[in-house]
């Protein structure tokens, strides 16, 4: 399996509701990312797991809350959003977090109302 | 600070001519410059990656260059075709994390 995969490919959300994003990779690969996407804008960061520990936090607000279970999955809890969250959210995953060729999952297009 | 500049925004081609996408670093320590690219409401995806210790590397119609003296880096793309319309992010390694320019939309007319 080369893929990165993720569930839901669409979420619609409310600001009171609770919800998680998943993502699963079987490539033996030992670093997952978390990033979001605005329209015609490029990815930005918000997680990097490294053997299933958070090694990067971009500063994101704690209504995002990631979790790594095991080295194929990676999960994005989700409370108490607000409009503004609505966008594109890509994992990714590589080797390791100094090997850099990472690959992107299709992503979950969230939309918050 | 971490700053990848990419440009043009935007590029228009004719079926069959070039494409040359530039993108600029700010820290002389990155040492990986990936390409992606992202058709509507895909992934994106690698399709070159280019290393400190090497100045060029191609890959059939798609090229990239890199001058670390001069901090910046290319995409070529020859014999441009319709299915190359899309959006092509650069990126470049900081620590242990990538960021990307602002991306390019490329329209290939036919």
């Known amino acids: 399996d080369t893929e990165v995969t993720q569930t839901p490919k669409h979420l619609v959300m409310g600001m009171t509701n609770k919800k998680s994003l998943k993502c699963e990779q079987h490539m033996g690969h030992r670093a997952m990312y978390w990033y979001k996407q605005k329209a015609k804008k490029p990815p930005e960061l918000m997680f990097v797991y490294s053997y299933e520990k958070l090694s990067i936090n971009e500063s994101v607000p704690s209504r995002f809350s990631p979790e790594c279970p095991n080295s194929s999955l990676l999960n994005l809890h989700l409370h108490a959003l607000q409009p503004e969250d609505s966008a594109l959210y890509l994992c990714?995953?590589?080797?390791?977090?100094?090997?850099?060729?990472?690959?992107f999952g299709p992503g979950t297009r969230l939309t918050v109302t | 600070g971490e700053n990848v500049e990419q440009h043009p925004s935007t590029l228009s081609v004719q079926e069959g001519d070039s494409a040359v996408i530039k993108c600029t670093y700010s820290d002389s320590a990155s040492n990986y410059f990936p390409w992606y690219k992202q058709e509507l409401g895909k992934r994106p995806q690698l399709i070159i990656d280019?290393?400190?210790?090497?100045g060029e590397k191609k890959d059939q119609r798609i090229a990239v260059t890199l001058n670390k003296t001069a901090k910046h880096f290319s995409l070529h793309i020859t014999e441009t075709q319709p299915e190359d319309s899309a959006v092509y992010f650069c990126a470049a390694e900081y620590g242990n994390k990538l960021v990307f320019g602002a991306g390019t939309i490329l329209r290939v007319k036919s």
């Open positions: 990714a995953s590589s080797q390791t977090v100094a090997e850099y060729e990472q690959y």
């Open positions: 280019i290393r400190s210790n090497v």
